[in-house]
Each structure stands twice: as C-alpha cells, then as structure tokens.
C-alpha cells in the first residue's frame, strides 16, 4: 500500500552509518561511552532518545566491539542505544581505510593527482569486495531488526551498496539515502573503475530517494546515472544546519571559558584570521596559509597587526595520504612563521589537537574565518562560525563548499585554488569598515538560523 508522506513521518525509524551516534574507549579495564558530536548526531539522536529510531552502526574499535559484545549488540552510553555491528578488523580496513576514505572520498571530492593515482590492482579489488561484504552486514541487520514499514535513513558514501539487498528481503521498508560529500560528476566519476562505479549507482539507485546538501551535488549524481543510462532516478536536496542550542552550551562551558581566555592571550589584542577544520586533504589547509603569507608580503600594515589562529584537529591518520598532508600543513605554518615572525608576535598559531570547547571559542572571537576547501559536501563550521561568532566576523568562503550556495550573499567569496585571491579576500574582509561588518555578519546569522537539524531531518522522512 502507498503511505503518503505525511503519513511516513510518524513511522518507527532505522538510522544506518559507519560511525555511530556513540563511541567507546578504555579507560585502563573500563569503558568509557561518550555521544558523538556534530550535525548528523545532533540532527538524528532526537528520533532515537524518542524510542522512535534504532541506529545501526559499525563498531570501529575494540573498545566499541567490547561494549557491543557486553551488550549482546547493542551498546549503551550517555542514554543512547546503538546496535553496533562487529566486522573483523582486516574488513573493516579494507571498507574504510581503502575504499571510503582512500577511494569514495577522493573521487567525490576530485582530490586524485592522476599522473600517479589511482591505481587499481587485485589487492583494491579485494577492499571492494569487502566493502561489499560490510554493506551487506549492514543491510542483514536492517532486514533482521527493522521494524515492519520502517523507513531506513542510510546515511553517506561508507554505505552505497546495501539498498538492492535490502529490497530483496524486505519490500515493506521505505529506503532513503543521504550523501554528505559532494558527488562526482560524469566526468570526475570516470577516475572509479566502470565495473565499481555501476555497482555503486544501481545501489544508490535502489533507494526511494537520494539526498544531497546542495543542489549542484545532486546534478552530479543524476547526470552521472544518466550516462549509464539511469535517467529516473529520485532525489532531494535538503541542507543541514548548526545546532545552536548544543553550540551555545558548550560556549557557556568552563572549558569554552577558559579557552577563550587562552586564545585571546595568543592573539595578544591583534585581529584575527581564523580557521577550524578537520587535517584533511580536502580543506585546502596549505594553500590557506600560502595565501596569509601573500598577504604579510603585500600589506606591510598587516604585519604585527594580525594573526592567524588555526585549529586542524586528526582525522583518518591511518590513510597514508592524510599523514604526508598533516606534515606539508605543519611545514606551511613555519614557512610563515619563519618568515615574518618577531620576538613579540607570531604570525600563525597552529593547534592540532581535537579540542571541540576551544573550537567554538576561536569561533566566537574571529575577525575573519577562512573556510576554503576544494570542494565539500556542505562544511558546517561555515554555519557555526556566524552562528556564534561575537565580533561581526566575516566568512570568507570556497565556492566549492556546499554552504555557499547558501550564504554567498553575505560571505567572500573564495576561489580556492587562488592563492592571490584568496589573500585578497582576507585583506578585504579585514579592511571592511563596521558598519558592513555588522551588516554582513547578521546576514550570515540570519540565513544560519533558518534551519535547523531537525529541518534536515524531517526532509529526509518526508521523501
Ligand atoms: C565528514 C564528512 C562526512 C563523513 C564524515 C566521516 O564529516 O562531511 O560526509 O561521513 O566526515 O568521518 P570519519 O571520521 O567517520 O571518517
């Protein structure tokens, strides 16, 4: 029977994704839970402390295999529950070291050097055959747990492939992907082997519907179906927001406080550029600070007068890739430093440890933040920022950063592969008289606070 769409909002819920709403460590025998943060967890945790969704995700440490097997499945912490399947762990690399993160992501995010990568050999064909044995323990869990007419929020680019299994099993569900990078386009996506690519868009194809941040995003994906012949394929586009509320109490936290106070020290009464990213490929950390050392060479006014504070907390350092990068971004930083630096002011302070509390504090004491990525699916700091930011700060934001098409009225706008103009960017952004500023930074505000994640989440269970 057709269930209307508003019908479908009132349904029982199943959430699946590689990393779960929970995650555990040990401390020495114990173990330590503690809820995940960011927009997909805080836009889908609500159906779930509802008891109106089950989460299903992957347990992607020991610790996280421990407290599944000690909760015979699901682990518990913080109030949430999650089921969290336990893969083996050669698998589970193979899944999400070589085929999301070395492969899906680089694809979708055009981050290959083609000279050199990719290069397909029986070893990658292997991964891919575990990436498919682990979306296919994803979807045997969905068909064994899911509640009669759920509809199953698949979320992003770990889990591609699960639909058509699920289907074959379980006709009743309601299927709805969300994709969170970008997505390649015909052309981007001819870098995947044909045979992987078809698999992974008859996949997609499976579900009722594909979601994407942005606009542009599922352009590509429906053009690149159609060059293998899809053309019905159904999307939405539906953008995530900040969650104000969770944003605001942890700048009201002590660990937010003194933070502050710590940074404001480091700036020493001096502007500030700022940026808050994971240490990825994809944020365009380098040529970032290219662009503020082109910018100390042509505005010697600058010198002395600003600093750039940049917070680049690990991401995936068992990808080769991203360890190389972490190094050119810290090499980068001294280039800077080495450069212009004095004995009473250092250009560009770099903090590579995942301290979410100091985050958002450099986020609310930017006179600038730098958002320049080479391309994303959407970049959420892009929102957090202006949502918290206490200084009329300016954004000065990549072009190809989902966001954009969101804010560009009231952000610079940044060509990221532009090094001169992105340093003139931050000397115009810097330059901008207070009036403007004001008027500008409550602009971003104002379109920030239009959504929220609970919006996001209701367009995924409107589909
Ligand atoms: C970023 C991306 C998401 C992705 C996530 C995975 O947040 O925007 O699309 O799902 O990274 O990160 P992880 O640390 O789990 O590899």
Redesign the pocket.
Known sequence: MARGKQERTEQPVVIAS??GPISFSLDGEDLVGRRGG?G?VSGLVPLVEEGRATWIAAASSTADQQAAEEGDGIATADGLSARLLTIKPRIYSDY?DVI??STLWFVHHGLFDLTRDPSYDTDWWDAWGNYRKVNSTFATAIVEHAPRNATVLI????LTLLAPDIRAERDDLHLVHFH??PFAGPDGARVLPPNAMQEMLRGLAGHDACGFHTGTWSSNYRATQRRLGNRDVSTFEATLSSDLASLQRTAESDECISARAELEDLAGGRRIIARVDRMELSKNIVRGFDAFNRLLESRPDLRGAVVFLATCYP??ENVPAYARYRQEVLEAAEVVNDRWGTGSWTPVSLMTDDDFPRSVALLMIYDVLLVNPIRD??NLVAKEGPAVNQRHGQLALSDQAGAFAELEDAADEVFPFDVAQTAEVLGRCLDREAEEREFRATQLREIVNQRTPADWLRDQLMQ
């Open positions: 590689n990393r960011g997909l999400y999301s993160n979320q992003d680019y770990h969170h990078t991401s995936r699916g959407l």
